[in-house]
């Protein structure tokens, strides 16, 4: 679908989360979670396009749920990433910080699997740069998150 310049294709309006949790014996005491999604063979956080009428936070915690097998103590907001997807489309991506509650993974057609590494292993790890900028931001917040 060509987009007409007097009316631009709305955004993809998507969520997820900086997943962490606090891991005794890692140097920092702190690892996040990384998702390999096999369609793309990339490792990113976990996020997912919203629901027909649904809130970001709902979606970034659902997405979790889904990809990690976690639930989750949403914190604080991180900056939004936007950037345009394979056909031109324009993508909005809404995170947050989120602390790791109860779960197991159990792996699927859009999450293989999950890795937990220390944040300068995330940020080599992971595949985009908006996304390795996420764990600083994540690293910003953590002074009163984890608090």
């Given at each position: ?26 140097p920092g005491g702190l690892e996040i979670a990384l ?21 970001p936070l709902a979606a ?88």
């Open positions: 679908m060509k987009e007409h310049p007097a009316h631009p294709a709305p955004p993809i309006r998507a969520a997820g989360c900086v997943l962490w949790r606090t891991a005794p014996g890692v998702v390999h999604r096999p369609k793309y063979d990339d490792w990113s956080h976990p996020k997912g396009k919203l629901k027909q009428g649904e809130e970034a915690v659902r997405e979790v749920a889904e990809e990690t097998g976690m639930a989750c103590e949403p914190g604080a907001p991180l900056p939004t990433t936007r950037y345009r997807v394979a056909d031109g489309r324009p993508k909005e991506i809404r995170y947050w910080a989120a602390r790791a509650a109860a779960g197991t993974f159990v792996p699927s057609r859009e999450v293989d699997r999950v890795v937990w590494l220390p944040p300068a292993a995330a940020r080599h790890r992971l595949t985009q740069g908006h996304d390795r900028a996420l764990v600083d931001a994540l690293l910003a917040t953590l002074p009163s998150e984890a608090a």
